[in-house]
């Protein structure tokens, strides 16, 4: 049986939010965001997972980690980095493994469905890469130094996670150093020389950054419940 493992990236502040406490840990319906999110990927059975965290974020995981979760054996905490790419990449080398799967995800993703996580590591088993994207229901430009011209909205994906890879090709795509340009981890992995295969993902797969998002996010919650 292949192997699986799932980073979850919690690097996130509270500017935006206006916020002292971290994003990832403000409440969502009386229960932190990230704590949505992991539950998403316990349900995967077979699943190991690595949580990052920055270290001003440690004490409050520590708080809420025993209030919500009564088996933490197929989870581990590293530190996070600077930057996304830096977590990523120690959470990635913690793994003593080099063979089988893994799945990137955002912390503050808590929509993501079984269903989504399930069929990207069946896809990335397939094709060494599987990348979550929907399509674009807005008009698109392209900004350059001369201006602005419209693109064809078929032609353009908006990327989520999670991203599946390769566990073996991610670890020698991640031995380069950060650059400015790596946005997130298809990035890196194309930077490598490796094709993304792109799947079909959920428009309700929202990243919280910003007070609206709660908002919809909150609605989210509510239909689900109901």
């Known amino acids: 049986m292949i192997k699986k493992y799932a980073i ?47 270290v001003d974020a440690m004490v409050y995981w520590e708080k809420i980690a025993s209030l919500y979760f009564s088996d933490l054996s197929r989870l581990k905490v ?3 980095g600077k930057s996304r790419f830096q977590s990523v990449k120690n959470a990635l080398f913690s793994i003593e493994e080099n063979t089988g799967l893994v799945a990137v995800h955002d912390g503050v993703r808590p929509f993501v469905s079984t269903e989504v996580i399930g069929k990207s590591f ?8 599987a990348v979550v994207c929907v399509d674009s229901k807005d008009s698109v430009r392209f900004l350059s130094e001369t201006g602005n011209k419209a693109v064809d909205r078929k032609n353009v994906k908006l990327i989520q996670t999670p991203q ?3 566990l073996e090709m991610l670890k020698k795509a991640y031995e380069v150093e950060d650059n400015e340009v790596f946005t997130d981890d298809a990035s890196v992995f194309e930077y490598f020389g490796k094709t993304i295969y792109l799947m079909e993902g959920d428009y309700k797969n929202i990243k919280i950054t910003s007070p609206e998002d709660m908002e919809i996010a909150e609605i989210f919650l509510k239909n689900s419940i109901e």
């Open 164 to 166: 599946t890879f390769d």
């Open 122 to 129: 069946d896809m990335a088993a397939l094709n060494s890469s």
């Open 78 to 80: 590293v530190e996070g």
């Open 8 to 54: 979850i990236v919690a690097g996130g502040s509270g500017s935006r939010m206006k916020s002292s406490v971290p994003k990832q840990f403000l409440p969502l319906s009386n229960k932190p965001i990230l704590v949505h999110t992991i539950e998403k990927f316990f349900k995967i059975t077979d699943l190991t997972i690595i949580l990052a965290l920055p």
